[in-house]
């Protein structure tokens, strides 16, 4: 099993920025892709970014481009998510999560999850 620590979450102004972080631990091997989403109250869950573990192949929500990144160390068994120019509505819980290589593509494939880290954005 997988286990996942978010931290670098908290409480910053409009225009700020912030860079989380993922640190995995456990069986490492089987991590295939590893992602970031969120959650704001009243609202489902979406997608933010994902990377692929071995070739570093990075994939955006569209509407996050420009904004946020991400990047792994892979010796570390770290995962970031940096984001720039935060807006009130970028505030939510915040996830990383790890896809397997026997799973398949999409939030479902996702079989391991950290406990999500706050950012609250104020104006």
Same mark, same amino acid.
């Given at each position: 099993?997988?286990?996942?620590?978010?931290? @670098? @979450? @908290?409480?910053?102004?409009? &225009?700020?920025?912030?860079?989380? =972080?993922?640190?995995?631990? &456990?069986? #490492?091997? =089987?991590?295939?892709?590893? &992602?970031?989403?969120?959650?704001?109250? $009243? !609202?489902?869950?979406?997608?933010?970014?994902?990377?692929?573990?071995? $070739?570093?192949?990075?994939? /955006?929500?569209?509407?996050?481009? &420009?904004?946020?990144?991400?990047?792994?160390?892979?010796? !570390?068994?770290?995962?970031?998510?940096?984001?720039?120019?935060?807006?009130?509505?970028? #505030?939510?819980?915040? /996830?990383?999560?790890?896809?397997?290589? #026997?799973?398949?593509? $999409?939030?479902?494939?996702?079989? /391991?999850? $950290?406990? @999500?880290?706050?950012? #609250?954005?104020?104006?």
């Amino acid at each position: 099993q997988v286990r996942l620590v978010e931290s @670098g @979450g @908290g409480l910053v102004q409009a &225009g700020d920025s912030l860079r989380l =972080s993922c640190a995995a631990s &456990g069986r #490492t091997l =089987s991590i295939y892709n590893m &992602g970031w989403f969120r959650q704001a109250p $009243g !609202k489902e869950r979406e997608f933010l970014a994902a990377i692929t573990w071995s $070739g570093g192949s990075t994939y /955006y929500a569209d509407f996050v481009v &420009g904004r946020f990144f991400i990047s792994r160390d892979s010796a !570390k068994n770290t995962m970031y998510l940096q984001m720039n120019s935060l807006k009130p509505e970028d #505030t939510a819980v915040y /996830y990383c999560a790890v896809r397997p290589p #026997t799973e398949r593509s $999409g939030i479902s494939g996702y079989k /391991y999850w $950290g406990q @999500g880290t706050q950012v #609250t954005v104020s104006s």
